[in-house]
């Protein structure tokens, strides 16, 4: 183990303070894991993070080793909208895949991530480094990063229980009559296509979405904001059309007009909220629409209401 005499300068300062000013751990959150861990000492005691320093403190921790990712580190820029010392917020764009797989072993978000972030949490997946839940490629939007693993458990705990709330915008093809609805039905692989997914009553898994509209337009579209209750892959792509209103620019799902708009699905993962892991208050992060999204809605004539 390595060790710091504290001098004049460290006294009265905070333990994780003091080690994180002092670049032991890429975090304050680092530090009080580490410490919980018994990989850092004070005085050759188990150390607290409020400890308060005096002049001739020693403390004894263990060098920090930076993860070794499956994924190469490339130097992509990232839309942050919001960072801190456990998590970030990224809002990805249209045409970026999440994380590399078969067809795109670079150019994803993890690539990015991995080489802008010094911490990301590490859960089992050397390719999805800290990356909490994904969006399709096509699809843009808010998605969650956890550099903690702390932080990585407690948000995909919410997840689990449904507390993590994932709201979308998606222009379809069709007018939507109800000005609400759920879509309960379960989503399995499509026994026709090995890259489709569908309605599956019989071995699917459940999957509900609540949408509710916003305009209809007189060209024959909707638009229509989604807010998922499970997270299955493609899931607002498959509801929306297995009730007869695909995805405008969906190239998989329907006959989502591809005339309008032919660059992928009109989908965009606008808002995220959920408990801070930290904090343990509900936090809300938006998105607005990206400007090709937004440049078709401004193309179409909106019925009155």
């Not at 994803?108 to 490629?137: F, Q």
């Not at 509801?239 to 032919?262: E, F, M, Q, T, W």
């Not at 938006?286 to 179409?300: D, H, K, M, N, T």
């Amino acid at each position: 183990m390595e060790k710091i005499v504290v001098d004049e300068t460290g006294k009265g300062e905070r333990l994780d303070t003091f080690l994180t000013a002092k670049g032991v751990a890429p975090s304050r959150s680092k530090v009080q894991s580490w410490m919980k861990e018994g990989k850092i000492l004070w005085n050759g005691k188990t150390a607290k993070p409020h400890l308060i320093l005096a002049v001739g403190d020693v403390i004894s921790y263990e060098p920090y080793e930076a993860k070794t990712w499956d994924v190469k580190g490339e130097d992509i820029p990232l839309n942050v909208v919001y960072e801190d010392e456990c998590l970030l917020i990224v809002n990805k764009p249209a045409g970026m895949v999440v994380h590399p797989g078969n067809g795109h072993p670079e150019g994803t978000l993890a690539n990015a991530l991995v080489y802008h972030e010094k911490e990301l949490a590490d859960e089992g997946d050397p390719l999805r480094p800290g990356i909490i839940h994904r969006i399709d490629k096509d699809t843009s939007g808010l998605l969650c990063v956890a550099k903690t693993d702390e932080a990585a458990a407690f948000l995909k705990a919410q997840l689990l229980d449904h507390t993590m709330h994932r709201e979308y915008y998606a222009l379809v093809k069709g007018i939507i009559e109800e000005n609400d609805g759920k879509i309960d039905a379960p989503i399995g692989r499509d026994p026709k296509s090995p890259v489709k997914f569908a309605v599956n009553l019989h071995s699917g898994k459940e999957a509900i979405t609540f949408f509710h509209v916003i305009t209809r337009y007189h060209e024959g579209y909707t638009l229509i904001s989604c807010r998922l209750l499970t997270g299955r892959t493609h899931q607002i792509r498959v509801h929306l059309d297995a009730i007869g209103y695909p995805v405008v620019g969906d190239p998989l799902y329907g006959i989502g007009n591809r005339s309008l708009y032919s660059e992928g699905q009109l989908l965009h993962a606008y808002r995220l909220s959920f408990i801070h892991p930290l904090t343990k208050k509900p936090v809300h992060f938006e998105a607005p629409i990206p400007p090709a999204f937004q440049s078709v809605l401004e193309s179409l004539h909106p019925l009155a209401s």
